[in-house]
Structures are given as structure tokens and as C-alpha cells.
């Protein structure tokens, strides 16, 4: 009986310190599936792993870069609860969700994140930065709307227009005068049809085609050209000055086509018996052409958006003179599309002085033959 006792005391006792010695070990860290590692690591998307308590196991340097990881810990509060839901039910779960920058930028940045479990005990979180795609996809939207704005306008104008014409057919001079009207409602559509046109041509990325030597004397005459009678109807006077005998690489139509948007507005928008001066001069290794105009001057308010496709300082003056609101857009891009840039300064009731700068020198130009003649002119409207 005492041998019993005294076994049956030891047994209780070993079990009693094999609990104490388990509950003293540390719970051995959770480690990572074969192979989730090397894929993080080539991820472009920001991915987190999570274990059972919150802690970060492993993330890609993207998730460290959009600010999405502080040490070991996930610092955007919406992401630790998609996390806490998917490790309580192990439902895998995708939201759109607006996180603010972690530099302490005042905007902040959409994502789309994706959390799943992965194995028993972590918890993976994929995370794209969507800000970018959605700005493209509302200027795409906003594009649309105004495109289908504009043509609704001349449109439903020659509808009216044609009624009035067949309502008026025994009156000879309302026909006169309802004809003209169409003539200039269908001179507007054409106008803004070419423009879409040009400027789905200019815009993308795609390399120059008909690259050559462009000189700059010709590319302004033929641009003055342009405006000469309209410049001649409201009696202003187009000066040309400057340095001569200049020459670009680019493509000839494309730039007379900038440079002619440019000339074209500085005359649309100048009082009558006012100038209009076209200069150009050579500085560093750029070609610098400035079109200057006594005209009304831009708000300083709308300075930073008047080369956006649709934008018009003055929607009503714009529409008198014809103008659709691309003829900006489609510089900005040209100029891009040669490696340089146009930029503005104005003054309300002094003028505006518009600058294109063409580089003497391009990529595109370097794996072309110089030599080659400049292509021949061809109606850019």
C-alpha cells in the first residue's frame, strides 16, 4: 500500500511539473510556407504577412515604401481589421479602400486589398495602389462627357437650323441667313472633329514619324499664314523677329500645327488694331519661340489648367470665336512628343506671352538622317 501511495504521489507530481515547464517555453514563431518568401520579394504590389498577434512577418518592399509597415507592426487601422475578420471566420475578403500617405502629404491614395488566410496561424494582405488608374479612368469619363457635350451643340444647332430652313422656304432672305448659320455651325463641327483627331494622334507615346530637318523661319511663316486674314480682319499686325536661319529636328505638320494653335489664339483673343509678336532666338542647345499678344491676359487662377483638353479661361468668348478648348492640349503634347515643353506668363489687361522650346537635338532625331529633305506640307486642319 505505501509503495501505491507513494507511486501514485510521483506520477502527479511529473505531470505537475511537465505543465509547469510547457506553459514557461515560448510558443515557437510561426514560419513562412515554401517558397511565399521569394515570391514577396518580386511582388510590385505591397504584400504583408500577419501572425496571430498583429505582428509582421514578412512584407515586400513596396508595402515598406507607400508607408504600409513601421517596423513590425501594419499601420493603417482598415487593413488590421480586414485581417482580424479573416483570421476570426478565415473568409478571404477584397475592398476599395482610402488610406492616407504615410510622408504626411495632405492627399491620400486609393488601394485595392486583398486579405487572405495563409496556412493556420498568418494571414496574408495584398494591397495595389490604384490612385493613378482612377485618375485616368475619371479623365477618361470626364473626356467623354465633353466630347459628347461639344458635338451635341452643333449638332442639335443644325437641326434647329434645317426646321427653320424648311419652315422658311418662301422667304428667300431667311433661308439666306438660316444657311449661313449652318455653314458656321458645320465649320465648328468639322473644326472640333479634326482637333479630336490631332490630338488622339499626338497624344501617345509612340515614337515621331516624318522626322527631319525643320527650319524655323519656314515653320513660323507658314503659322503667321495661317492667321494672316483673320489678324488682317480685326486690323492686327503680326510682327516675325528674332534670330534666323534655325533649325530643328521634329515633325514639319506636327509643329506648324503647335505653333499655328498658339499664333492663332494670341490673334482670336487680342482687341483689333493691337500686335501679335512671334520671336524666336537660340538659347543653350534649345530653340525658344515666344508668341506674345495685347490681348485681355489669363487669371492667375487659371494659369495651371488652361493646357487641359476642354478647359476655357472664358467658355462664352471661346465659343464666339470658335474655339473648341484643344487647341492648347494638342501643343502640350506636341511639344512633349519632341522633347520640350510649352509654358505661359500673363497679365489680366497686359497680355499673354505663350513659349515653345524645341531642343536643337532629340532621341528620336539621333536615329534619323539629317539629311533627309522636310517632308511635304499637308493640310493640318
Same mark, same amino acid.
Given at each position: 500500500?505505501?509503495? *501505491?501511495?507513494?507511486?501514485?504521489?510521483?506520477?502527479?507530481?511529473?505531470?505537475?511539473?511537465?505543465?509547469?515547464? =510547457?506553459?514557461?517555453?515560448?510558443?515557437?514563431?510561426?514560419? %513562412?510556407?515554401?517558397?511565399?518568401?521569394?515570391? %514577396?520579394?518580386?511582388?510590385?504590389?505591397?504584400?504583408?504577412?500577419?501572425?496571430?498577434?498583429?505582428?509582421?512577418?514578412?512584407?515586400?518592399?513596396?508595402?515598406?515604401?507607400?508607408?504600409?509597415?513601421?517596423?513590425?507592426?501594419?499601420?493603417?487601422?482598415?487593413?488590421?481589421?480586414?485581417?482580424?475578420?479573416?483570421?476570426?471566420? *478565415?473568409?478571404?475578403?477584397?475592398?476599395?479602400?482610402?488610406?492616407?500617405?504615410?510622408?504626411?502629404?495632405?492627399?491620400?491614395?486609393?488601394?485595392?486589398?486583398?486579405?487572405?488566410?495563409?496556412?493556420?496561424?498568418?494571414?496574408?494582405?495584398?494591397?495595389?495602389?490604384?490612385?493613378?488608374?482612377?485618375?485616368?479612368?475619371?479623365?477618361?469619363?470626364?473626356? &467623354?462627357?465633353?466630347?459628347?457635350?461639344?458635338?451635341?451643340?452643333?449638332?442639335?444647332?443644325?437641326?434647329?437650323? /434645317?426646321?427653320?430652313?424648311?419652315?422658311?422656304? @418662301?422667304? !428667300?432672305?431667311?433661308?439666306?441667313?438660316?444657311?449661313?448659320?449652318?455653314? $458656321?455651325?458645320?465649320?465648328?463641327?468639322?473644326?472640333?472633329?479634326?482637333?479630336?483627331?490631332?490630338?488622339?494622334?499626338?497624344?501617345?507615346?509612340?515614337?515621331?514619324?516624318? &522626322? *527631319?530637318?525643320?527650319?524655323?523661319?519656314?515653320?513660323?511663316?507658314?503659322?503667321?499664314?495661317?492667321?494672316?486674314?483673320?489678324?488682317?480682319?480685326?486690323?492686327? =499686325?503680326?510682327? $516675325?523677329?528674332?534670330?534666323?536661319?534655325?533649325?530643328?529636328?521634329?515633325?514639319?505638320?506636327?509643329?506648324?500645327?503647335?505653333?499655328?494653335?498658339?499664333?492663332?489664339?494670341?490673334?482670336?483673343?487680342? !482687341?483689333?488694331? =493691337?500686335?501679335? @509678336?512671334?520671336?524666336?532666338?537660340?538659347?543653350?542647345?534649345?530653340? &525658344?519661340?515666344? &508668341?506674345?499678344?495685347?490681348?485681355?491676359?489669363?487669371?492667375?487662377? @487659371?494659369?495651371?489648367?488652361?493646357?487641359?483638353?476642354?478647359?476655357?479661361?472664358?467658355? /462664352?468668348?471661346?465659343?464666339?470665336?470658335?474655339? =473648341?478648348?484643344?487647341?492648347?492640349?494638342?501643343?502640350?503634347?506636341?511639344?512633349?512628343?519632341?522633347?520640350?515643353?510649352?509654358?505661359?506668363?500673363?497679365?489680366?489687361?497686359?497680355?499673354?506671352?505663350?513659349?515653345?522650346?524645341?531642343?536643337?537635338?532629340?532621341?528620336?532625331?539621333?536615329?534619323?538622317?539629317?539629311?533627309?529633305?522636310?517632308?511635304?506640307?499637308?493640310?493640318?486642319?
Amino acid at each position: 500500500m505505501a509503495v *501505491g501511495v507513494a507511486g501514485t504521489l510521483a506520477f502527479r507530481w511529473s505531470e505537475r511539473a511537465q505543465g509547469r515547464g =510547457t506553459a514557461a517555453a515560448p510558443a515557437a514563431a510561426p514560419s %513562412l510556407p515554401p517558397g511565399v518568401a521569394t515570391v %514577396l520579394s518580386v511582388l510590385r504590389s505591397s504584400a504583408v504577412v500577419l501572425d496571430e498577434f498583429d505582428t509582421v512577418v514578412k512584407a515586400s518592399s513596396a508595402a515598406y515604401k507607400f508607408g504600409l509597415v513601421r517596423g513590425d507592426q501594419l499601420v493603417p487601422e482598415d487593413l488590421l481589421a480586414m485581417a482580424k475578420e479573416t483570421r476570426r471566420d *478565415g473568409e478571404i475578403r477584397q475592398r476599395d479602400l482610402l488610406l492616407a500617405r504615410a510622408d504626411g502629404e495632405a492627399h491620400e491614395f486609393e488601394v485595392s486589398a486583398r486579405v487572405a488566410p495563409l496556412g493556420s496561424r498568418l494571414v496574408l494582405l495584398l494591397v495595389e495602389d490604384r490612385t493613378e488608374a482612377r485618375r485616368v479612368d475619371a479623365v477618361r469619363r470626364d473626356f &467623354v462627357a465633353n466630347v459628347s457635350h461639344e458635338l451635341k451643340t452643333p449638332v442639335g444647332a443644325l437641326s434647329l437650323l /434645317a426646321e427653320a430652313v424648311m419652315d422658311a422656304s @418662301d422667304d !428667300p432672305e431667311a433661308i439666306i441667313r438660316f444657311a449661313g448659320r449652318m455653314q $458656321i455651325e458645320s465649320a465648328r463641327l468639322t473644326n472640333l472633329v479634326q482637333e479630336l483627331i490631332d490630338l488622339s494622334r499626338v497624344q501617345n507615346d509612340h515614337p515621331l514619324h516624318h &522626322v *527631319g530637318p525643320v527650319p524655323l523661319d519656314d515653320l513660323v511663316a507658314e503659322a503667321a499664314d495661317r492667321c494672316r486674314q483673320a489678324a488682317e480682319s480685326k486690323q492686327i =499686325t503680326l510682327a $516675325i523677329g528674332g534670330d534666323r536661319e534655325l533649325i530643328v529636328p521634329g515633325d514639319h505638320n506636327q509643329l506648324v500645327m503647335a505653333l499655328g494653335n498658339l499664333v492663332e489664339n494670341a490673334v482670336n483673343y487680342s !482687341p483689333a488694331r =493691337t500686335r501679335v @509678336d512671334i520671336e524666336v532666338r537660340a538659347e543653350a542647345r534649345m530653340a &525658344v519661340i515666344t &508668341v506674345s499678344d495685347q490681348g485681355l491676359g489669363i487669371p492667375q487662377r @487659371d494659369l495651371d489648367r488652361i493646357f487641359e483638353r476642354f478647359y476655357r479661361v472664358d467658355p /462664352a468668348r471661346s465659343r464666339a470665336t470658335g474655339g =473648341t478648348g484643344l487647341g492648347l492640349s494638342i501643343v502640350k503634347h506636341i511639344a512633349a512628343g519632341h522633347g520640350g515643353e510649352v509654358t505661359v506668363r500673363s497679365l489680366e489687361g497686359v497680355g499673354s506671352t505663350f513659349t515653345l522650346v524645341l531642343p536643337f537635338k532629340s532621341s528620336t532625331s539621333q536615329s534619323m538622317s539629317m539629311t533627309s529633305s522636310t517632308p511635304s506640307m499637308e493640310a493640318s486642319r
